[in-house]
């Protein structure tokens, strides 16, 4: 009766309706409320979980990675994975025949060790899979068994490995052969002491290869007993590599409420926002080229972590074209794609990392303009279906590193044939219509290799004119004909700033790098490599310019000004050590802007400006920098020194922490610091000149003990044991000097051929005047002068040497252009004040 009322009554059945779904909404909301109210914490700690636990929920996406090259990035050697043949093969390379066997289900090795003799060593190991596969060996350490990494399901293991170091014998996938993979820039016999050696600290896995080989990864480096106990939860990178660890996001998917947190989101690191930074800094940190500051974790903000290398000389061309390996996100933020929003998804499928498409579609899915506009030969200008008419062989030229492995710059730029022409920079016409037989046939010149664009380049820079005629006509060639192609008033819009850096770097380029730092509209590495161009020079104007870019809101560019304030505060630490009556006060406004830096939100800025400030001298640091300043300034300097410990295998590190407590006034923290430096890196040259003199300084205390004023009233025994130390102190400073200078000759042996060894000549040149050795001084200074005329030290150093052997005639030279330089500085008007002396005497 009642439902047939209700059923003859829409409002009663609407009351109804309204009642029900405010009770269903009334629940609906108690459930989540109760769920927005009781979130995670923030301090919860999340784990890595293995990808197991991710398969269940996510097949499709583990179906793409599998077999992936993030899945091959590193493996267990096995007859599965292993994709060289072991069959007894003989690699022969400068002078060496090494051998690959097997021995039962091993994979052996007989090839030179550290030692300089033959060994077998087995392969434990695989990296990668195509276009070549590299093989690893444990040297030392917690040996591994092949079992102990098998037994785990998809290779998760927290077993710790010991020194595991890439073989250079590696395996050519595509062409199916062993090759001996040099490194670049080196076409001869490595020696077993060299860190390039396959067993020195280059090739080390554990050093320059597992993070970004392996997901949490933990380096684990004892530098006393110069031992690894390395970790991973997963020897590949898998899901939790890009993620972030995964034990919240399963314990939210759990959970008998919505998967969600209101603080911690699903759990696992954001890769999807409005913004394309999450996802680009989640690949960056292993595809650039860069140094880990340490502190990191999977989606952290990259530069705070990272310091990524500008574009410098020998790294990328004067334009910002990739000239070594930058791994893509260096060239990438130069691109407009970049500043556009793009991801590294829009061409790339995440999980199988394969590109979407392998024609111009991978183009023209996004830039989805009137047809042919772009893809046709209306614009390419090249045969339909030819190599030519593809986008990515003129915006995204190609170059082999690796023999084997060839990389497309990222930043997408258009080629610029006209700038070949005025500057000498690559273009990626002349890259393909190089007629490569033209002169690789003379037979006159059997060590001429000119496989690619790049090593005629190198060979132009080595002054092979036949290869600069070569290529100027070319690039003139080229040209002619972009601009017939494409007249003036119909050319596509050209980025000002590839020009602008390579102009600046030009011999008169000074006023262009001035207005690029400035540029806000030019990318941040660009600004930050303008910025650092100007380190070395001394103007007004480019010290200006840097106090100004301390603003800019990249850490980048601020970084690379604090180069250039840091080259300030030397200059005048320098001209105060010459000066009769120093004054602090000429730090007072390089204290109070590097101060202003310590307690800055970007810790890559505080690492950076705690560097810097470090460098002042005590005295202006204490009386022009507040109690609060100081206070930021001992938090900045911690997270320094932790930055510096993330590479602790590595000597420079604490060659540099040695030299930081030097500067804090901590000389026996620096001493200790040196010998562990000594002890890490043996071969390295360095830390054993800075001990010595470090143990100078204190052998002159005793001397000074040892006066007759001074020690009258020691007895004669305590004067006997001062006697002994002082003799023990000198000793040592001299095995030192002596072990420095050998190590500095066998670097400029290795250096021979290779460009930017001027530091090392002029090191080396010092050492033999304390050696002695007046013709070896004389030889390596003026090659490190000319190799780097203008900069001061070298001017200085070959003008005192030749004032100090009584030649005034050489030493003015110098004198005059270190005035030019810097005409008020002390030191160098009295060193021309000497010179002067001396000409008149002559006369």
Known sequence: ?????????????????????????????????????????????????????CVACHQEQADLFYGSHHDLAMDVATRKTVLAEFGGQQIEHFGITSRVFMDGERFM??????????????????????????????????????????????NKTLVPLGRVQVLRLSW????????????????????????????????????????????NVKKNFDPLSRKYSTTFSEIDVSCEACHGPGSLHIELAERNSLFWDRKQGYGLNKLKSTSNLPQIET????????????GASVGCNYDDHYSCQLIREQIYHDDGQIRDEDYVYGSFIQSKMYHNGVLCSDCHDPHSTKVKFPDNRLCTSCHQHPAGKYDSINHHHHQ??????????????????????????????????????????????????????????DESKPDRKLKQYLDWIIAREQNDSEVAAELK??????????????????????????????????ENGLPTLLELATDRSAPGIFRASATIELADDASQESLDVALKALKDPDPKVVTAALMRIDMEIGRVADRMQYSDSPDPREFKKLVEVVADLLGHSSRRIRIESARVFVSIPVEARQRYS???????????????????????????????????????????????????????????????????AILDGRARALQSQLRPQAGSSMTAGQMQDIARRLTQLQAESNKLRDEEHELLRVDIERSQGLAGTHGLHYRFGMSSYLQQDLESTEKHLLEAYRQEPDIPTYLLGLATFYQQQQKPGEAAKYVERLIELD???????????????????KN
């Open 1 to 53: 009766m009642n439902d047939s009322k209700s059923a003859q009554n829409p409002g009663a059945r609407k009351r109804y309706w309204i009642v029900g779904v405010l009770v269903v909404g009334l629940v609906l909301a108690s459930y989540i409320f109760a769920d927005w109210y009781q979130t995670v914490p923030d301090n919860v700690e999340r784990s890595f979980v293995g990808r197991e636990s």
């Open 626 to 692: 507040s109690s609060e300043e100081r206070r930021a300034f001992d938090a900045a300097f911690d997270e320094y020194r932790k930055s510096l410990l993330v590479q602790n295998d590595r000597a420079m590190t604490h060659t540099m922490l040695a030299g930081l407590y030097e500067l804090t006034g901590q000389p026996d923290k620096a001493i200790d610091s040196y010998r562990t430096a000594i002890m890490v890196g043996p071969n390295l040259a360095g830390p054993r000149v800075n001990l010595a």
């Open 283 to 294: 690949c960056a940190p292993c595809h650039s080229r860069r140094t880990d500051t340490g």
């Open 473 to 506: 006509h070319v690039d003139q060639q080229m040209a002619d004909a972009f601009n017939q192609w494409y007249p003036e008033d119909q050319a596509p819009e050209r980025a000002g700033y590839y020009e602008a850096l390579a102009v600046g770097k030009t």
């Open 109 to 154: 090795v007989n090839t030179e060790g550290p030692d300089g003799l033959m060994h077998d060593y087995e392969v434990k190991f695989v990296f990668g899979v195509t276009p070549l596969q590299q093989y690893m060996v444990e040297l030392d350490g917690p040996k591994t068994s092949r079992v102990s990494l098998e037994s785990n399901p998809g």
């Open 384 to 441: 339909e279906g030819s190599t030519g008419s593809l986008c990515v062989e003129c915006h995204m030229p190609a170059t082999t590193y690796m023999d084997v492995d060839p990389r497309r710059d990222h930043s997408f730029r258009i080629p610029r044939p006209d700038l070949s022409v005025k500057l000498g920079t690559p273009n990626a016409c002349t890259g393909c219509h190089l007629d490569t037989s033209k002169l690789t046939q």
């Open 172 to 215: 050519d996938t595509i062409n199916k052969k062993w090759f001996y993979l040099s490194p670049p820039d080196v076409d001869e016999k490595i020696d077993p002491t060299d860190p390039l050696h396959w067993t020195g600290i280059t090739q080390s896995w554990n050093a320059s290869c597992a993070e970004c080989h392996s997901t």
């Open 823 to 841: 005409p008020q500085h002390p030191g160098y008007r009295s060193l021309a004040s000497e010179v002067s002396r001396q000409l008149e005497a």
